[in-house]
């Protein structure tokens, strides 16, 4: 028998699948419905993608699946709205 089959981690087994390779980054936030998130590929824009962040988030990772050897970045296009005091403290 195999001494690394002796050796796994119960964790291990029970893996459904591939294991992430960098550690997961940090989640977008929900911003203002006045804000947007707008997606960038190599300084160039590429689409606006709502104010959720779960949204957002989903669009930049497809993008930087699909674009692996570009810079993809996204940018926030802040509140505008006068007096508007959504989601801050």
């Given at each position: ?62 993008y930087r699946r699909k674009r692996r050897k570009q ?19």
């Open positions: 028998m195999n001494t690394r089959t002796q050796t796994l981690d119960s964790r291990d087994t029970q893996a459904d699948g591939l294991r992430a390779v960098c550690p997961p980054s940090e989640p977008l936030t929900d911003l203002c419905h006045h804000a947007l998130y707008e997606i960038y590929v190599n300084g160039q824009y590429v689409e606006s993608v709502g104010n959720l962040g779960g949204n957002a988030q989903r669009a930049l990772d497809f810079a993809v970045e996204i940018r926030i296009q802040s509140c505008r709205v006068p007096g508007c005091t959504w989601g801050r403290i």
